[in-house]
């Protein structure tokens, strides 16, 4: 069955999509009535010309007062997607018309550069960065509601925008081990109990000229854990994959740390491979 025409009550995602296959079809040099008919046939939504008039000329946006966010591969948008697969998390409250995208973590850097970050994607100035006494951390944090939910899908249709070039291969690779990596004299190390995440980070890695070895097992399921002197139960499996100490100062090249303690580690690291 069709659908009615206008598109006022559809929900944001689809409307943000006819929108910008709208401004597409336009830059193409179609007309008003191709267009009309163009996206009648690739989506089965018929549009007005007042709709598309207004979307053209700028008098109008589909999203209101949602802002827009544009999916475009970028190091600030890699960046952003491996921090979410590690310390960042993601709310909703439809009720408010509040999704928020938070991150808190105990290095101020690393959540200046998550906020820089988003204030690049969502053409905003960054969110604020706070220091919480009570849980000892730096909290950062802003609603979005196209970008929460880009945020939540599925790693498979995210990995074309992390491959899309070696400074967005390295960019999510930061963001990824910011959050789960450790460094302790020459051993460098990323945890997760994802193995689905872990052979996405080999297989960038090993692009880029990085030797690891893994993932191999950390602990099972059914155990206790800690994370800043905090014991959680340990719902599943735990992994790591260890960066080979010839690939250091390759990592350090081609990934790095925003983290400072993670990357004066590292330098040193490199340093004492370099004199050895």
């Known amino acids: 069955m069709g659908s009615k025409k206008g598109v006022k009550k559809r929900p944001t995602t689809e409307r943000d999509r006819l929108y910008r296959l709208v401004l597409g079809l336009r830059e193409d040099g179609l007309s008003y009535n191709q267009i009309i008919e163009r996206v009648e046939v690739e989506t089965g939504v018929t549009l007005r010309k007042s709709h598309i008039s207004g979307w053209i000329n700028g008098k109008h946006r589909p999203l209101g007062y949602v802002r827009a966010f544009d999916a475009s591969p970028c190091a600030e948008l890699a960046y952003v997607i491996g921090v979410s697969l590690g310390d960042a998390s993601t709310s909703s409250s439809p009720s408010n018309y509040n999704h928020k995208i938070k991150l808190r973590v105990i290095d101020e850097e690393f959540a200046q550069e998550f906020a820089r970050c988003l204030g690049v994607l969502l053409g905003r100035t960054p969110p604020r960065v706070k220091w919480h006494e009570k849980t000892h951390s730096w909290h950062t944090e802003l609603s979005s509601l196209l970008l929460m939910r880009f945020l939540r899908r599925d790693l498979v249709v995210l990995v074309p925008l992390i491959e899309h070039c070696p400074r967005c291969m390295g960019a999510f690779l930061r963001g ?23 052979k996405l980070v080999c297989r960038l890695l ?8 893994g993932p191999h097992l950390r602990g099972e399921k059914g155990g206790t854990g800690s994370i800043k002197g905090k014991l959680y139960h340990v719902n599943k499996d735990q992994y790591y994959v260890y960066v080979r100490t010839s690939s250091l100062l390759a990592f350090s090249y081609s990934v790095g740390f925003t983290i400072v303690r993670k990357q004066e580690r590292l330098k040193e690291a490199v340093m004492v491979r370099g004199r050895g």
């Open 176 to 198: 990824f081990y910011d959050s789960e990596a450790s460094i302790r004299g020459r051993q460098l190390r990323v945890h997760n109990g994802d193995l689905d995440k872990l």
């Open 206 to 213: 090993s692009s880029l000229g990085i030797e690891t070895t």
